[in-house]
């Protein structure tokens, strides 16, 4: 089995362009982090309620919520974190202010300073991931042993983290400033690893390559990639380098079609294995060099497979399973 | 698989050669080709003796690159277009710029100056969530405004949202955002505070503006003021031309295409979208998959091909190479099935709507060559 690759990460932030699975890999990554009796929280942000759907429970509430049990006897906890009620939660410690707080909200009051400050926002839904990352330090109850949260997209990622420049366009002192700066102690410090989820395409790579850099230039720790909806090839190396130069030995494929027993059609079955066959390499072939893209960031890289029908319970566990044997322990 | 009846397909070529459409808007989830497929719509369109200006978001550096799309002036550039019978001009939004340029527009240089200077504005111009869809709008209403515009039809892509219908809710509510009561009562303190709210409210808002001023200290709020005093004397409401925008959608010279892959989730955002537009009588073009599993020909069934490679596998004691060919082409077929279960789901929920299907391509698109390519798989509309 290899190293754990993260040994003393607390806070897993995962992002990645649109449709590459991050909240899928992020759900994985908390089940794989809880394996063996630990006890892992996932969070999401955009309120888009994937994680209830992910794990098939109703819509989640602004309240940690048990959502499935690890292998080992682990626990993955979930938590959908809405800008309104981190705000109010801010104002109830900062300021025992709650009961102001409800009032302000029937009135829209609080969509609107969220609105005005979209930095605000993010230092907000940032601060409640590292007051539950806080816990395990001070030793308060409910603690957990690592949080996993399902971030916004590689596009808006490192504005998303980086809470202390926002805010210091909005704020130079005063409590909120305070607070960003308690939230970049974490965010950026060996306790957060960011993590970008990819597919083997010429966009997400680019978009990934990009966001690396760009995480880099504003000191955030970067985990590593994990690479999604992989397939494995189906082809031995040297048949794929045949089926690129179209040189596929179509006499045996004939002879091995008929002594298969399909007798019928059989020019025609030859030629449109023998096209699927190329078909396949080149994009083996594509895949490959995307992969090679990655090599120079020094990350490590994790690949999870495709999953053909969907991802479900017993999926979730599988991939949980495939990124233990990679390190995400 | 069963034929698609003639009166559920979607003709994209019907839809280039009318002369009364105008405007098409590409819209999906992300990650489903938006920007490839308005980009290639485009050219066909050109090609075919349109006047094509496409309006981009987010293009992919190579695709932009082809397009001639390197100079960033927030300006339509013409396009070299092949075989051409109409021509194509092709731009990149620069979302802070067209925002820079409305205020330019209607404000004298003074009030302008002081409107681009103030950091509300600069906040709010290149990080409210929502400008983006916003002057995405607002560059549509000016790109079919134009008087001497060398085109007569208009293909925009819609900002990488996280739902597709932010690009029909953002506008809107950046405008009442920036026309709404909070804003109105936080910029005329002078009336009074909450003058007019009652006073269980009006205690509310000072509690509020108390609050705020904590949190965000008081030179923010004194900006958001400024902004809006400066932004409200100077031209109509926001909310005003997010309207007008949202009326030009609803005309028959629109038609509004939503992109989706042969996926479940794509699929679910595609259906919310359709019955969206529907309710707010919207034209729909109709619906382009992309993406989709080809088959050549059906010669046989997953379950053959698999039992053959089982059988040729067992014969020669390992796998050989018609064995892994064969299971390759069960996959194909496997995946081929799921995603028609997907898109009959669809079809079955949405009857009317049209449909185009484009098969998934083994290399990502970046030249116009690829472009044209995927206009004539679109213009023939399901998968070969």
Redesign the interface.
């Known amino acids: 089995m290899t190293q754990a690759l993260w040994p003393g990460v607390s806070l897993h932030v995962v992002s990645g362009k649109g449709g590459t699975g991050k909240t899928t890999v992020a759900a994985a990554l908390a089940m794989a982090l809880a394996r063996d009796g630990r006890r892992t929280l996932l969070m999401e942000v955009e309120g888009r309620q994937g994680i209830a759907q992910l794990f098939d429970v109703p819509p989640l509430p602004y309240e940690e919520r048990k959502v499935a049990v690890a292998p080992g006897g682990g626990e993955v906890w979930a938590l959908a974190v809405d800008p309104e009620d981190a705000l109010l939660d801010y104002l109830e410690i900062f300021y025992n202010l709650r009961r102001a707080g409800s009032a302000l909200r029937r009135m829209g009051a609080v969509d609107f300073a969220t609105t005005i400050a979209p930095g605000l926002r993010d230092v907000l839904l940032t601060g409640k991931a590292c007051e539950v990352v806080r816990r395990s330090e001070k030793q308060e109850p409910n603690a957990y042993d690592a949080v996993v949260l399902d971030a916004p997209p590689t596009g808006r990622i490192t504005r998303f983290l980086n809470v202390n420049s926002e805010v210091s366009g909005l704020a130079k002192v005063g409590p909120i400033r305070n607070h960003a700066d308690l939230v970049m102690s974490v965010i950026a410090s060996p306790r957060t690893a960011v993590h970008l989820v990819t597919l083997l395409e010429e966009m997400p790579i680019q978009e990934t390559l990009d966001g690396v850099q760009e995480l880099r230039q504003a000191a955030l720790p970067v985990g590593g990639v994990f690479v999604n909806m992989t397939r494995p090839p189906q082809l031995t190396d040297p048949e794929i380098d045949m089926a690129l130069a179209g040189s596929l030995p179509v006499g045996e494929i004939e002879a091995e079609i008929v002594h298969a027993g399909l007798t019928s059609d059989v020019s025609t079955i030859v030629e449109i294995l023998t096209r699927e066959g190329r078909d396949h390499a080149q994009r083996v072939q594509l895949e490959r060099r995307e992969v090679e893209r990655l090599d120079h960031l020094d990350l490590p890289v994790l690949q999870l497979p495709y999953v053909a029908d969907g991802i479900d319970l017993s999926s979730l566990y599988e991939l949980a399973g495939d990124l233990s044997d990679q390190g995400a322990r | 698989m069963e034929e698609t009846p003639q009166d559920r397909s979607l003709h994209i070529d019907s839809l280039i050669d009318d002369p009364s459409v105008s405007i098409m808007v590409c819209t999906g ?4 080709g938006k920007t490839t497929t308005a980009a290639a719509i485009a050219l066909r369109a050109a090609q075919r003796g349109r006047h094509v200006c496409v309006l981009t978001i ?1 293009p ?3 695709l932009a690159q082809a397009m001639g799309l390197t100079e960033l002036d927030n300006t339509p550039r013409e396009v070299e277009v092949v075989n051409g019978a109409g021509s194509l001009h092709a731009m990149m939004l620069d979302m802070k710029r067209t925002f820079d340029e409305v205020v330019e527009a209607h404000a004298d240089p003074e009030r302008a100056a002081q409107i681009l200077e103030n ?2 504005y ?2 709010l111009s290149s ?3 929502g400008t983006q869809e916003y002057m995405a709008m607002e560059k549509l209403g000016q790109l079919h405004a134009q008087d001497d515009a060398p085109w007569d039809l208009i293909i925009v892509d819609t900002p ?1 949202s ?1 739902s597709a219908l932010d690009f029909l809710d953002a506008p809107a509510r950046l405008g009442s ?1 920036l026309d ?1 009561r ?2 109105r009562i936080l910029t005329a303190p002078a009336r009074g505070a909450g003058r007019g709210l009652g006073r269980l ?1 009006a205690a ?2 000072g ?2 503006t108390g ?2 001023g ?4 008081a ?2 709020l004194a900006d ?1 003021g400024t902004f809006v005093a400066a932004i409200d004397t100077t031209f109509g409401g926001f909310r005003e031309r997010a309207d007008k925008t949202f009326e030009l959608l609803q005309q028959d010279s629109t038609r509004f295409l939503v992109i989706a ?1 042969p996926e ?1 989730d ?1 699929m679910r955002e595609a259906s919310y979208f359709v019955d969206r537009l529907r309710s707010e009588n919207m034209p729909l073009g109709g619906l382009i998959v992309n993406r989709v599993q080809a088959v ?2 059906d ?2 069934t997953a379950e ?1 091909a698999l039992a ?2 089982e ?2 596998a067992h ?1 020669e004691g390992e796998q ?10 069960a ?2 077929l ?2 081929r099935e ?1 995603q028609h279960h997907v898109t009959e789901r669809f079809t079955g929920a949405h009857p009317g709507v049209a449909l185009a299907q484009v098969p998934a391509l ?3 698109v ?1 030249d116009l060559d690829g472009l044209e390519e995927v206009g004539e798989l679109l213009a023939l509309g399901r998968p070969v």
């Open positions: 989830a992300g990650g489903v987010d992919a550096r190579r950091p509300f600069q906040a990080s409210f969530a990488p996280r955002f709404g909070f804003i409210a509310g808002f509690i509020f609050v705020l904590k949190i965000l200290g030179q923010v958001v892959a479940p794509a050549d020909r010669v046989m053959t053959a490679a059988r040729l014969d050989v190479l018609t064995s892994r060919l064969l299971t390759l082409h996959d194909r496997r995946i799921r083994a290399e990502d970046h």
